[in-house]
Nanobody, 113 residues
């Protein structure tokens, strides 16, 4: 059974940076694409970024070049680095394993002064 656990969220001031982590267990991680999503209060969950099993990233236009997705297959980890944080980035961030459509429980990011 595939399981995902996110971490790294918190309260950050505008302009700050954060790195979110997602650890995967349960099957061969390196063969699978991974993605990050976010859901702000009152909004639908939206796609943020994807990284393929061959390390090719893609991003939603809303990330404005401030987000970087990466992975470490040896550690079964997926990361999302966010820079120049804005209040509009406030959301619960989720990672998703694509082949099994498995989701983590989410990690809260709050951007506020």
């Amino acid at each position: 059974q595939v399981r995902l656990v996110e971490s790294g969220g918190g309260l950050v001031q505008p302009g700050g940076s954060l790195r979110l982590s997602c650890v995967s267990s349960g099957s061969i991680f390196s063969r699978d694409g991974m993605a990050w999503y976010r859901q702000a209060p009152g909004n639908q969950r939206e796609w943020v970024a994807t990284i393929t099993s061959t390390n090719i990233p893609s991003y939603a236009t809303s990330t404005k070049g401030r987000f970087t997705i990466s992975r470490d297959n040896a550690q079964s980890m997926t990361y999302l680095q966010i820079s120049s944080l804005e209040p509009e980035d406030t959301a619960v961030y989720y990672c998703r394993r694509l082949a099994s459509n498995t989701w983590g429980q989410g990690t809260q990011v709050t951007v506020s002064s």
